[in-house]
């Protein structure tokens, strides 16, 4: 959690400021729906999924120059772009990754039921961010 020393304003008011970043940077836009923030004394906290990391850093960097923040709790925010990378390094071969706000979907051509796509299934489910598994694209 990053800390910054600022102004005295009000909750409302820092909302307000976020909500305007939000509406005015076009690397938030495609995820607005799929993130919430909240503030509490000057704190932001902010959970949900970004599609990109470039509009995770840019919304976190951003965040932390409105005036009155004092500090951004992004603990649980995610971006899609690190969880795809993350779960390409277990993949068994063969197997694809597409990841939209936290949902991952495998393809290729393997049956859900395969040792190796168990393993892969249980480890995913365990990464912070994942959201659901779909195994539709998956065929034997």
């Known amino acids: 959690m990053a800390t910054v020393a600022t102004t005295t304003r009000s909750d409302l008011e820092i909302l307000a400021d976020i909500h305007r970043l939000v509406q005015d ?38 965040l932390m120059n409105i005036d009155g923040v004092v ?25 694809r990754v597409r990841i939209h706000h936290g949902v991952v979907a495998l393809s290729g051509r393997m049956a859900a039921d395969s040792p190796e796509v168990q393993e892969a299934i249980a480890r995913i489910g365990e990464m912070p961010g994942v959201v659901n598994i779909d195994l539709s694209g998956l065929h034997a």
């Open 71 to 95: 500090a951004v709790d992004d603990r649980e925010l995610y971006d899609d772009e690190t969880l795809r990378l993350n779960i390409g390094r277990i993949l068994p071969k063969g197997l």
């Open 25 to 62: 940077t076009q690397a938030l836009s495609l995820s607005r729906g799929h993130f919430q923030y909240t503030v509490q004394n000057g704190v932001v906290i902010v959970k949900g999924h970004i599609s990109s990391r470039i509009g995770y850093e840019l919304f976190v960097d951003n």
